[in-house]
């Protein structure tokens, strides 16, 4: 199974909305990293979290990391039409030098 | 430009035909990886390499092969394809290991017939 897991596993939503997807992992991590990817495309990177931090923002980006839960939450506030997309968990330094990655959250968003 | 590239982008071929996928940097990282991304499975990573001449399995390394005898190149070797391997593959590189983000390619396409 999986080290990182998203819920929800699909989001749609109105322009101007926030939209929260959530990762659970499952065992130690070093860092938690959230990426997009438009369809069919490479994956672009957001947000690095690092297991020692709770919080982190980015523009209208918000990362939440709760090592006690094993959880990371992503926001996007004021969403836009252009932040349709899947978006990735992924923890590093669980296991050596691996990078896994969660199934994603497939988030439209309707202008 | 910083930039991750590979080729093909897209390519079909047929069962048993060796081929080889290239992935180029040109950010003097020192890792790279290769994984397959499969609908409703999410990215796998399938090797990924540390330095020149270093490289390590990932989660799912069979049927493929990988070399690195530059730093900026890493190529993915299949040498008998099949079609479970029909997939989306991208190449990521990081200036260290999985403790920095990750610059991904734009992606190869193969389907093997």
């Known amino acids: 199974s999986q080290q990182g897991e998203e819920d929800p596993q699909a989001l749609s939503i109105q322009e101007g909305e926030n939209a929260t997807m959530n990762c659970s992992y499952k065992?130690?991590?070093?860092?938690l990293q959230w990426y997009r990817q438009n369809s069919g495309r490479g994956l672009v990177h957001l947000i690095l979290?690092?297991?020692?931090?709770r919080e982190k923002h980015s523009g209208r980006l918000r990362v939440t990391l709760d090592t006690s839960k094993k959880s990371s939450s992503l926001l996007i506030t004021a969403s836009r039409a252009a932040d349709t997309a899947s978006y990735f968990c992924?923890?590093?330094?669980?296991?050596?030098?691996?990078?896994?990655f969660g199934g994603g959250t497939r988030v439209l968003v309707k202008p | 430009e910083a930039q991750v590239t590979q080729n093909p982008r897209y390519l079909i071929t047929v069962t048993g035909k060796k081929l080889t996928v290239t992935c180029s940097q040109n950010?003097?990282?020192?890792?790279m990886s290769w994984y397959r991304q499969d609908p409703g499975l999410g990215l796998r990573q399938i090797y990924y390499?540390?330095?020149?001449?270093?490289?390590d399995k990932g989660d799912v390394p069979e049927g493929y092969k990988v070399s690195r005898k530059e730093k900026r190149n890493f190529p993915l070797i299949l040498e008998s394809p099949s079609p479970n391997q029909t997939s989306l593959y991208f190449c990521?590189?990081?200036?260290?290991?999985?403790?920095?983000?990750?610059?991904f390619g734009p992606g190869t396409r193969l389907t093997v017939t």
């Open positions: 390499s540390m330095n020149v001449e270093v490289t």
């Open positions: 992924a923890t590093g330094g669980a296991a050596g030098n691996k990078l896994t």
């Open positions: 979290i690092r297991s020692n931090e």
């Open positions: 065992t130690s991590i070093n860092n």
């Open positions: 990521a590189t990081s200036r260290q290991g999985v403790f920095y983000e990750q610059y």
């Open positions: 950010m003097n990282h020192e890792y």
